[in-house]
């Protein structure tokens, strides 16, 4: 499945007119607009490798149709997502999810879908097939120093797989922890975990930097040996230089302040990369934007304002990715709306005016504060990140496009209606 030019542009020159007005009428009222769509333009957001399939959840999994089941065919899924919205132009594997055979034919097929591999994701949370050592009771944190070294070894087999691919940084994500109190000795398991990373951290090419991400529970209960933000910050700052912090939206107890958490990391210079989706409860996965479309400008208000204040790029200063995939939607179609979620939510932070935040703030004029936030999370965005894609030649609405093309039929047409993605 492949979609050709002219049928974006045939797309684009329907909705033309109404874009055209709605486009302009913005830009009367906002300053700087040309500014915004220059940025949006630039900011790409990594697609991970297992999203591409219908998640589950533990009580059931209820797959789609056409979904892609090898490396190459979800290569050729974000190919699809990258012209419909030219946003989603870098892919993170998950390894042994993905099993790169060829990699220089895993590389010239990147090439020719425009994408960039993003972080690695090494998984020392499931038991592989042919393994010797279970991670039943942890992998990194774990009591015995086999168990400990097989973690190590993989992760740096991730590396080495990285660098033949040309990824710069390998994601970390231990379910390490314990479900029941006493089962676990907090500090031998963090000095344990500790020490792994050190290896790891030793084996990182320069130019290569490793993200620790945390979450506060499941699949273990009680505790989690990387729970949270100042865990994640102090194994970060042990490690060195090259180790950050990785925030994923789902990963934090009720009501966490997510945007502090957020703008503190980067002050600290610790900031390294940023999982997506959304959720009412916990870890849920549901698609960014979906469930608080205004925590969702919050945190990208302090992401903007604290990159600004180190001088760092927008778009290659962070790793962005979604993590997300869930049950009841076509997996592509989420997909398309969480980077639709993401651009609106960057974009007005971008519109924020800053200057008379700072002001008001310096006044203690909290309703003022109010009114600036609200007054850029307001504004109806949609055409500004409308404008972006038209520019680069991706379609005005793409799950407009993705249903008028029957995407999703002509890929169960090539693949079948009974596919399984793999790794999931
Ligand atoms: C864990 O919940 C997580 O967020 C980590 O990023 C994993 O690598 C990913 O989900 C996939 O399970
Ligand atoms: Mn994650
Ligand atoms: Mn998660």
């Known amino acids: 499945m492949k979609i050709e030019r002219y049928q974006i542009e045939e797309h684009n020159s329907k909705l033309a007119q109404s874009h055209q007005r709605k486009f302009e009428f913005l830009t009367q009222d906002i300053q700087g607009t040309e500014d915004i769509v220059q940025k949006l333009m630039k900011f790409q957001i990594a697609i991970p490798s297992w999203a591409l399939g219908t998640g589950g959840t533990r009580f059931g999994r209820f797959s789609g149709g056409g979904e892609p089941r090898s490396l190459e065919e979800k290569m050729g899924d974000i190919g ?20 790169p055979q060829n990699i220089q034919d895993i590389k010239a097929l990147a090439a020719q879908y425009g994408l960039r591999f993003d972080a690695m994701n090494s998984n020392t949370f499931q038991d592989q097939p042919g393994q010797e050592q279970s991670y039943k009771f942890g992998s990194m944190q774990h009591v015995d120093k086999a168990v400990r070294k097989q973690a190590v070894d993989h992760n740096i087999e991730v590396i080495k797989q990285g660098v033949a691919l040309g990824s710069d940084s390998l994601t970390v994500w231990l379910a390490d922890g314990s479900s029941f109190p006493g089962q676990l000795n907090f500090r031998r398991a963090f000095e344990n975990t500790l020490e792994s990373l050190q290896e790891i951290y030793a084996a990182l090419p320069e130019d290569w930097k490793v993200f620790v991400e945390y979450k506060a529970f499941e699949p273990n209960f009680y505790s989690t040996t990387v729970g949270d933000w100042g865990q994640s910050l102090l194994y970060a700052n042990k490690l060195g230089p090259k180790a950050y912090t990785l925030v994923d939206l789902g990963h934090h107890l009720p009501n966490a302040n ?12 610790k900031l390294g990369g940023f999982h997506f989706n959304d959720s009412k409860y916990g870890d849920d996965d549901l698609t960014a934007g979906s469930v608080k479309p205004y925590q969702l400008f919050l945190i990208f208000n302090e992401l903007v304002a604290g990159m600004d204040a180190k001088g760092m790029d927008h778009a290659s200063g962070l790793g962005w990715m979604i993590d997300a995939s869930h049950n009841v939607k076509d997996p592509l179609e989420d997909l398309l709306q969480s980077v639709e979620a993401i651009m609106m939510a960057y974009a007005q932070a971008l519109l924020v005016d800053k200057q008379g935040l700072e002001e008001a703030r310096l006044q203690n004029d909290v309703v003022r504060c109010q009114e600036i936030l609200q007054n850029a999370f307001r504004t109806d965005v949609r055409p500004l990140v409308a404008e972006a894609r038209l520019r680069a030649n991706a379609a005005l ?28």
């Not at 919205?85 to 870098?90: D, L, M, V």
């Not at 945007?259 to 210079?269: A, D, H, K, N, T």
């Not at 993705?402 to 047409?413: A, C, D, H, M, T």
């Open 80 to 99: 699809l997502l990258h012209q419909l919205n030219q946003s989603s132009g870098a892919i993170s594997l998950h390894i042994p999810w993905d099993i």
């Open 397 to 424: 609405n793409p799950v407009g496009l993705f249903r008028e093309l029957q995407v999703r039929e002509k890929l169960i047409g090539e693949r079948g209606y009974k596919t399984v993605a793999t790794g999931l």
């Open 258 to 269: 997510i945007e502090q958490i957020v703008s503190l990391l980067l002050m600290e210079g």
